[in-house]
């Protein structure tokens, strides 16, 4: 795994601009960054990122279906007992998932250490799938790359034919907030790739969903939502004024509702205590259990609710040396053993393995000068060059 610097494509942002990637800059400073690349080997992503990306999945359904028929690891997870029922009869059901990332500390020698999984409502996904992609082809095309360069990246793909196969009700809403531009190009993106794969499709902001008197979600003009994607988190969902009525409702939900057990951060201590020692995995705590960790070695505290970094401090020597604030500190807290992110020259460096249904298909690059990943943390293309 190398760090290359490289010369941008001069014509790069106009094309950002006529493909919609409009988010491409964050208050005058680089989102998409293509002044360099990551070069991973073929053997690197296979076995170091693909296969544990792969495993860690299936040891997550496996925690899923412990945990579904067990109380106090819903009450550990903080999962409203509202929901409790209606989260086992979707595991129950086989309610399809489509999509979710893990983030890995990995420098290409030691084995990847799985930071956290982002089930539920992972972002980056148009630039990892489409943009990193567009770049790579260009790049080759022009020189700028050895033709036979490659990149772990069959994303696109593998969504439209699971959305394809798991054939939900139609038209199948496509809902974000208002006024936030990244998760509507990530919604956008992601309805093109339903109507790609066949489906009719609708859009409709969170805050216009409303709920008709028999009790079914319906959009702003008060027609039915038979099916939802939803770029807002379940917890968020379940807090909301129409959340009381998602277990009676009729509406098809990508991502399913189990999958609100899976984007809990409660999910790293119970995988260390049902795989100690695992190799791809950190110990991790729930706040509680505090002294079980050596301060000394440092630890990240995080809480179990939270996105793009908020609300994380890294701790070492009983000291808070980084930390970002967030609206995230109102729910617990569990402790991972601290791995810094691989650091090349002054960048500290994570690794996105994107899994589709039941597999590994593909990665992204984030790197930030703090050791904590943001939302504004620069998004760098790789390629695989043996």
Known sequence: MQRVKIQERHDWKAQAKQLGFKFHTFDGEPYWDESAYYRFTLAQVENDIEDPSTEIHAMCLDL??????????????RIPRLYWDHIRESWSRGDKQLYGRMDFCYDGRAPAKFYEYNADTPTSLYESAFFQWVWLEQCIERGMLPA??????????????????????????????????????????????????????????????GISPDGQFTDKDSYTIPALFKLYPWEFMMAEEFGPYIPKSDT??????????????????????????????????????????????????KPLFSRE???????????????????????????QHYSPPATFGEHHTIVGSWIVADRAVGM??????????KDTSRFIPHVIVD
Not at 170 to 194: H, I, W
Not at 364 to 373: F, G, K, P, W
Request: charged share 25%; hydrophobic share 35%.
């Open 364 to 373: 992204s690059i984030r790197e930030d000068s703090s050791v904590i990943t």
């Open 252 to 301: 098809w939900f990508i991502e399913p509702t189990w999958k609100a057990l899976l984007s809990n951060k409660g999910i790293l201590p119970l995988l260390w205590q049902l795989h100690p020692n695992h190799p791809n995995l950190l110990p991790a705590y729930f706040e509680d259990e505090q002294h079980k960790l050596a301060i000394k070695t440092g630890w990240v505290r």
């Open 148 to 209: 036979e360069s490659d990149q772990f990246n069959s994303i696109q793909e593998q969504l439209i034919a699971t959305l394809a196969k798991i054939d939900p009700p139609t038209p199948l809403y496509f809902a974000c907030c208002k006024d936030t531009e990244e998760d509507r190009g990530t919604v956008q993106y992601m309805e093109d790739c339903a109507v790609q794969a066949g489906l009719k499709t609708k859009f409709v902001y969170v805050e216009d969903i």
């Open 64 to 77: 899923v279906d412990r945990a579904v028929s067990d109380e106090s690891m819903l009450e550990q997870l």
């Open 309 to 335: 970094g908020s609300n994380i401090s890294v701790m070492l020597d009983g000291n808070v040396c980084e930390k970002v604030d967030g609206p995230y500190d109102d729910g617990g807290y569990i402790l």
